[in-house]
């Protein structure tokens, strides 16, 4: 299927352009946001697939890097939308559809590369990568 | 060039368990026993054995770590003992502090309509603390032993430090009462169950040490309480 050509060029542009929205939403500190954002991304991407190989899953290691970078793409549109708007409790909704949308994305891939007995080992990272790229989202401002 | 891909990609297809560089050209699949000397600590397989827990063991763990008077938890893990706890109960403690402490700054800066910007440097900072305190404690403490004569795996070491940090992320998230009494109490309570499933913990290994281990054990439950008190004081203290 399509994951056999993994590329890194989607997940970088990603991964860059939510750094870059985030960076615009700040009013102070723009450069440390981006840097934040930036590194949380692409190392979380990394330790989440050095995660799944520890615990004995079966993937290769720059397809992983791959879906978990265009997985990204929901809350790219999050962050656009966040940054765009005011509204508290409307950047919370959001943030909280583009974080299931992703979650979703991001699941099938995850929960099948390991034994079932580890499945929420392996999805608990993920889920706490996106929930702190969303809450970065909100809190920005 | 998309050829060159498919091909790269069956080539690291056949790697799936090992992230190492190939020496001196050679093809390394997993049949082959590991290369030798200091670069083995680079590869995967060598961690593998760390991380080899199921779901209900980590959950047992956890469990564990909130009964600081059992002092069971080494006995429990003295075969296997997993790195995944430590290290994810630390990562998911920094998003915690962070956004915990984010979050009461902003509430009390909005109570007193004052301006509020987002600090990122709580998120470096905890990062920096939590990090820093499960790798160097440990490690100071396996010298330590070690120079008592009464040696504990490092691995050990780093996996009960790191299930003693558990106690925490519900402490953080009970800070958010804005009583100052309350949050003192929850540091305190938590320092304490935290500091006592740690040294008790210890204290059961070290005892055939001779007649140093009250020292260590004191100390090191004295640290515990004093990350405690640090974390009350550095994510809880606003000034607006």
Not at chain 1, 135 to 141: G, H, M, Q, R, S
Not at chain 2, 51 to 62: E, H, K, Q, Y
Not at chain 2, 79 to 85: A, R, V
Not at chain 2, 163 to 187: D, K, Q
């Amino acid at each position: 299927m399509a994951l056999r050509d993994w590329d890194l060029w989607g997940p970088f542009f990603f991964i860059v352009f939510l750094g870059l929205t985030l960076s615009w939403s700040a009013s102070v500190k723009k450069s440390e946001v981006f840097a934040v954002a930036f590194a949380l991304l692409a190392a979380g991407a990394v330790i989440l697939t050095l995660n799944v190989l520890l615990l004995g899953g079966h993937i290769v290691f720059f397809q992983s890097l791959s879906l978990l970078g265009y997985c990204l793409f929901p809350l790219d549109v999050g962050a656009l939308i966040c940054m765009m708007e005011n509204n508290v409790i409307l950047k919370m909704i959001v943030v909280c559809v583009t974080l299931a949308w992703s979650s979703w994305a991001a699941y099938p891939f995850m929960s099948s590369a390991v034994n079932l007995s580890r499945k929420a080992l392996a999805l608990y990272p993920v889920f706490l990568m996106y929930v702190s790229v969303g809450f970065l989202t909100i809190a920005i401002d | 060039m998309v050829g060159v891909m498919l091909v790269a990609n069956d080539y690291f297809a056949i790697e799936a368990d090992t992230f190492s560089k190939p020496a001196g050209g050679s093809q390394p699949g997993s049949g082959e026993p590991q290369g030798s000397g200091w670069f083995r600590t680079f590869t995967i397989a060598a961690y593998k054995p760390y991380f080899d827990v199921d779901t209900s063991d980590i959950i047992d763990r956890l469990k564990e770590s909130l009964f600081p008077f059992r002092g069971t938890f080494t006995e429990k893990t003295a075969t296997n003992p997993d790195l995944y706890g430590p290290f994810w109960i630390c990562t998911t403690l920094i998003f915690v502090a962070a956004s915990i402490g984010t979050f009461v700054t902003y509430i009390a800066h909005k109570l007193k309509k004052k301006e509020w910007d987002y600090d990122i440097n709580l998120v470096t900072w905890s990062a920096g603390v939590f990090y820093g305190y499960v790798t160097v404690v440990p490690l100071i403490l396996y010298v330590i032993l070690k120079y008592f004569s009464a040696p504990s795996g490092l691995v050990q070491l780093f996996c009960l430090y790191g299930y003693s940090l558990f106690v925490f992320i519900p402490a953080l998230c009970l800070s958010v009462v804005p009583l100052e009494i309350f949050r003192w109490v929850i540091a305190g309570v938590a320092g304490f169950m935290s500091a006592t499933f740690v040294a008790l913990n210890l204290k059961a290994h070290i005892n055939s040490a001779g007649e140093r281990w009250f020292l260590i054990v004191t100390g090191i439950f004295l640290l515990q309480l004093a990350l405690a008190v640090v974390l009350k004081l550095y994510l809880f203290t606003v000034t607006v």
